[in-house]
């Protein structure tokens, strides 16, 4: 272990916890949330990256109203899942996990992607019916869409260098 | 208009996904097989000291050549599918470790193959 554990009560409570245990100790726990785990980011940066393409230009002939009616609830699933298996992982060795750096940058990104969602829907996604298809999204709908990108592949390259850093 | 900064969005994307690849990768956990001199096969048989049967790596402590080893196996569940549950391990017991020396933390193994009770399993 290279970087000192933080040994927050919370952390200790979270890997000393019955789920700490049972996902150290079965055999197929650990495996199975990380096929959850997997399934989930994958639906919900899939659906984030389709729609944030379209935001910044791509397929502009599909209505954005319609694709985003199809696409967030999409990501909103894949969150559900991605968030408990990745709670279950993290709680093997959290006060290691939690003080590596990979792990931090992933964490950062998350909460940069879900800030950015919650602008996304107080601001442009308003008045998203003004440019429905074939017509350029406004500036802030592109930036937005830029940042989401990056903050949700940030996520995932985070998430798989933990096991490197 | 649109269209660069649509190429300008992707290629970003790119250089993300490069960045990612390109990053130091191996400092500093024991996973993945980069972090271990592979051009130097170490085999250790000695006594298990203590037995660590956790996801996502199990390990052992071996006692061999006067030092104690640190001793990353495989998933706990690979080794039970290849025939050599980890739970099979006690202290105390005779295992020879076949792998690699860490190259940056003094006394740990990779192991490659564990042969125990007359059962040599593969763990790569």
Same mark, same amino acid.
């Given at each position: 272990?290279?970087?000192?554990?933080? #040994?927050?009560?919370?952390?200790?409570?979270?890997?000393?916890?019955?789920?700490?245990?049972?996902?150290?100790?079965?055999?197929?726990?650990?495996?199975?949330?990380?096929?959850?785990?997997?399934?989930?980011?994958?639906?919900?940066?899939?659906?984030?990256? &389709?729609? #944030?393409?379209?935001?910044?230009?791509?397929?502009?002939?599909?209505?954005? @109203?319609? *694709?985003?009616?199809?696409?967030?609830?999409?990501?909103?699933?894949?969150?559900?899942?991605?968030? /408990?298996?990745?709670?279950?992982? *993290?709680?093997?060795?959290?006060?290691?996990?939690?003080?590596? /750096?990979?792990?931090?940058?992933?964490?950062?990104?998350?909460?940069?992607?879900?800030?950015?969602? @919650?602008? *996304?829907?107080?601001? /442009?996604?308003?008045?998203?019916? #003004?440019? #429905?298809?074939?017509?350029?999204?406004?500036?802030?709908?592109?930036? &937005?869409?830029?940042?989401?990108?990056? @903050?949700?592949?940030?996520?995932?390259?985070? &998430?798989?260098?933990?096991?490197? *850093? | 208009?649109?269209?660069?900064?649509?190429?300008? +969005?992707?290629?970003?994307?790119?250089?993300?996904?490069?960045?990612?690849?390109?990053?130091?990768?191996?400092?500093?956990?024991?996973? !993945?097989?980069?972090?271990?001199?592979?051009?130097?096969?170490?085999?250790?048989?000695? =006594?298990? $000291?203590?037995?660590?049967?956790?996801?996502?790596?199990?390990?052992?402590?071996?006692?061999?050549?006067?030092?104690?080893?640190?001793?990353?196996?495989?998933?706990?569940?690979?080794?039970?599918?290849?025939?050599? +549950?980890? +739970?099979?391990?006690? +202290? !105390?017991?005779?295992?020879?470790?076949?792998?690699?020396?860490?190259?940056?933390?003094?006394? $740990?193994?990779?192991?490659?193959?564990?042969?125990?009770?007359? =059962?040599?399993?593969?763990?790569?």
């Amino acid at each position: 272990m290279e970087h000192a554990p933080l #040994d927050h009560p919370l952390l200790v409570g979270l890997e000393q916890s019955a789920l700490g245990a049972a996902m150290r100790q079965s055999l197929v726990l650990y495996p199975g949330a990380e096929v959850l785990h997997i399934l989930g980011f994958a639906l919900l940066v899939g659906s984030i990256v &389709g729609f #944030d393409l379209r935001v910044l230009g791509l397929s502009r002939h599909l209505p954005v @109203a319609a *694709f985003a009616r199809h696409s967030v609830p999409l990501a909103m699933l894949g969150f559900a899942m991605a968030l /408990p298996t990745g709670l279950m992982l *993290f709680s093997t060795e959290a006060t290691s996990i939690a003080a590596n /750096p990979a792990f931090q940058f992933k964490l950062v990104c998350i909460f940069a992607g879900l800030a950015n969602a @919650a602008l *996304f829907h107080l601001g /442009p996604w308003r008045r998203m019916r #003004d440019w #429905d298809s074939g017509i350029p999204a406004p500036r802030a709908a592109r930036i &937005g869409a830029g940042i989401s990108l990056c @903050a949700w592949i940030g996520a995932i390259c985070g &998430g798989r260098l933990i096991a490197y *850093f | 208009m649109q269209r660069r900064h649509l190429t300008i +969005a992707l290629a970003g994307l790119g250089i993300l996904g490069l960045a990612g690849l390109a990053l130091p990768g191996p400092a500093e956990a024991h996973h !993945g097989w980069g972090s271990y001199d592979a051009s130097r096969t170490l085999t250790l048989d000695g =006594v298990v $000291e203590k037995v660590v049967p956790d996801n996502p790596h199990a390990e052992l402590v071996l006692r061999a050549d006067g030092r104690s080893w640190q001793v990353i196996l495989s998933p706990p569940y690979r080794m039970a599918n290849r025939g050599k +549950a980890i +739970a099979e391990i006690k +202290a !105390g017991d005779r295992l020879i470790a076949v792998g690699y020396a860490s190259k940056q933390h003094e006394n $740990e193994m990779r192991a490659e193959r564990i042969t125990h009770n007359g =059962v040599t399993v593969e763990l790569r």
